[in-house]
Structures are given as structure tokens and as C-alpha cells.
């Protein structure tokens, strides 16, 4: 009930706040890992891998319930997450106390890392400068209908977010570059937009 998961245009959390409680439909996840770390009187520490969508404070309580004891969350902490780990962090005090720009650049990883899990593509000098125009354009390989793509001009520049539309790649997040890419004399080998 406390999720912001919405029944009848409210999320769930309102509700309940409210007072209010309503049927939830269940919903499938996968747990890969539950490791047991700690057990202390009642207080049971655990590691647990999951799919995204599981709700941590439910699978407490559906354990509880199993167990006829009931059971709660106590303290809850993400350590990671779209593949990235809680290892590869550094605290804002430790940032902070870096001598210059240059450290602190070091240890800022590039935006497109965060889009790791999504395919990549790869434009043509040509078709990068009409992607960055606002245009669709042809590319191979495509995300699957409908899907997502971190986009690239050759030679590895991050352009940004492009998603697979009608068989062309079209842009929907692009990075603010201070370069545009150059459209190059060769416009027969382009891959100029549809349409």
C-alpha cells in the first residue's frame, strides 16, 4: 500500500495514508539471491538481488507472513542498481576535499554509462549531423520496434537517446554539444532521413 504504484489515477501511498486500503493485484518478480547475514533477536539482516519492481518492504512482509511472526523493514539500503554497485561511489564530503577539477572530473563517470543496458548504434558522420538536427534517420543495426538506443556518431562521440520509429531511428534525448557534427560533401553515402 505504500508504493507509488497508482490504482484509479492515485498512487497507492495516498491512499493508504488516507486510511484507505484496496485490493492489490499481485505482480510477478524474481529474487536471485536472498543471502542471510545477520540475525540478531528478532532483527534479521539480509542481502537480497532482485528484479526491478520488487518491493523490498513487501517481500519483508509476505516473509513475515510466512513465517506467522509478521515482519517489517527497519532500515533499507540500495547498494545497486542498473549496474552499477554502491562501491563505485564517493562521498560529496570526499569529493568535496578534491584538490582540483581535474580529480573531481576523474571520478565522475560519462552520462552514456548510465545507459549502459541499452543497445548501441552507431551514425555515419552524415547521418549524425540529421540526427542532431532533430531528423530520423536510417541506422543498423535498429533497437527492436519501439526500443531504445544510446547514440553515437563514428569515432565515439555520445549524441544522446534516439528510439526506433517506423523503421528509422529517431532522436529523443540529445546531449547539448558543443561541436555539431559536420555534414560531409559525400551525401550520396549519407543516410539522409525518409520522407
Given at each position: 500500500?505504500?508504493?507509488?504504484?497508482?490504482?484509479?489515477?492515485?498512487?497507492?501511498?495516498?491512499?493508504?495514508?488516507?486510511?484507505?486500503?484496496?485490493?492489490?493485484?499481485?505482480?510477478?518478480?524474481?529474487?536471485?539471491?536472498?543471502?542471510?547475514?545477520?540475525?540478531?533477536?528478532?532483527?534479521?539482516t539480509v542481502d537480497i538481488s532482485c528484479s526491478k519492481g520488487t518491493y523490498v518492504r513487501s517481500l519483508a512482509h509476505d516473509l513475515g507472513e510466512l513465517l506467522g511472526c509478521g515482519a517489517h523493514v527497519a532500515d533499507l539500503r540500495r547498494t545497486a542498481m542498473g549496474g552499477f554497485s554502491v562501491d563505485e561511489t564517493i562521498s560529496l564530503e570526499a569529493f568535496a576535499a578534491l584538490p582540483g577539477q581535474p580529480e573531481r572530473a576523474a571520478c565522475l563517470i560519462p552520462a552514456d554509462q548510465a545507459l549502459?543496458?541499452?543497445?548501441?548504434?552507431?551514425?555515419?558522420?552524415?547521418?549524425?549531423?540529421?540526427?542532431?538536427?532533430?531528423?530520423?534517420?536510417?541506422?543498423?543495426?535498429?533497437?527492436?520496434?519501439?526500443?531504445?538506443?544510446?547514440?553515437?556518431?563514428?569515432?565515439?562521440?555520445?549524441?544522446?537517446?534516439?528510439?526506433?520509429?517506423?523503421?528509422?531511428?529517431?532522436?529523443?534525448?540529445?546531449l547539448h554539444a558543443t561541436e555539431e557534427p559536420e555534414m560531409t560533401q559525400k551525401t550520396v553515402e549519407a543516410d539522409p532521413p525518409r520522407g
Open positions: 500500500m505504500y508504493s507509488a504504484i497508482k490504482q484509479d489515477g492515485q498512487p497507492l501511498y495516498k491512499l493508504a495514508r488516507a486510511g484507505i486500503v484496496t485490493e492489490r493485484a499481485p505482480r510477478p518478480v524474481t529474487v536471485y539471491e536472498f543471502t542471510v547475514i545477520d540475525l540478531v533477536g528478532q532483527s534479521l549502459r543496458s541499452l543497445p548501441q548504434v552507431v551514425l555515419s558522420a552524415n547521418a549524425a549531423f540529421y540526427f542532431c538536427q532533430g531528423q530520423a534517420v536510417s541506422a543498423r543495426p535498429l533497437p527492436a520496434a519501439g526500443g531504445w538506443a544510446r547514440v553515437y556518431q563514428d569515432g565515439g562521440r555520445f549524441l544522446g537517446l534516439g528510439v526506433e520509429e517506423d523503421g528509422q531511428l529517431a532522436p529523443r534525448r540529445l
